[in-house]
C-alpha cells in the first residue's frame, strides 16, 4: 500500500514532512487536506486505527479552533458529532496526516515517523 500524506500545501511543517518523506524516497500519495477534506468516515478509521486519544487529530492551534471556541465545546461532544464538525472543514484537522497499511500518524514528530517507516 503506497502512504497517504495528507497535508495542507502552504503550511510550514507539512511542507517539512514532504521534504522528510522525499528526502528518503518514502513513496506516496498527496492529498491537499482543503481541496478534498477527509470524510467523518475516514476520520474515524483513521482515528479508530491510530490509537491515538481524537484531541490529537484537532488542529488546536489554528484559528479557526479559537473563532469556534472549539476549547470550550469538544469535551462536551461526541466522538461521532467530532467527527462530523471536523469533515466540514479541512483546516480544523491537525496536519499532516500519514496513513499506513498499519498506522496513522497526526502531526510531524520526526522521531514517530522514523519509527513508523522504519517498520516497513
Known amino acids: 500500500m503506497e502512504l497517504l500524506f495528507v497535508a495542507y500545501p ?8 514532504r521534504r522528510y518523506l522525499e528526502e528518503r524516497g518514502v513513496s ?6 482543503r ?10 478509521q ?9 484531541k490529537r487529530f484537532v488542529n488546536t492551534s489554528g484559528l479557526l479552533y479559537r473563532s469556534m ?3 470550550n ?6 466522538e461521532e458529532e467530532i467527527y ?3 469533515a466540514t472543514d479541512g483546516m480544523l484537522v491537525k496536519r499532516p496526516l500519514l496513513i499506513g497499511e ?10 514517530e515517523w522514523d519509527a513508523a517507516l522504519s517498520k516497513d
Open 46 to 54: 483513521w482515528h479508530r486505527a491510530s490509537g491515538l486519544p481524537l
Open 69 to 71: 471556541d472549539l476549547k
Open 102 to 111: 498499519d498506522f496513522v500518524l497526526t502531526g510531524f514528530r520526526q522521531g
Open 84 to 86: 462530523a464538525l471536523l
Open 28 to 33: 506516496f500519495v498527496m492529498r491537499d487536506i
Open 10 to 17: 502552504k503550511c510550514s511543517t507539512c511542507q517539512k514532512a
Open 73 to 78: 465545546r469538544l469535551p462536551a461532544m461526541t
Open 35 to 44: 481541496e478534498e477534506r477527509p470524510t467523518a468516515q475516514e476520520l474515524e
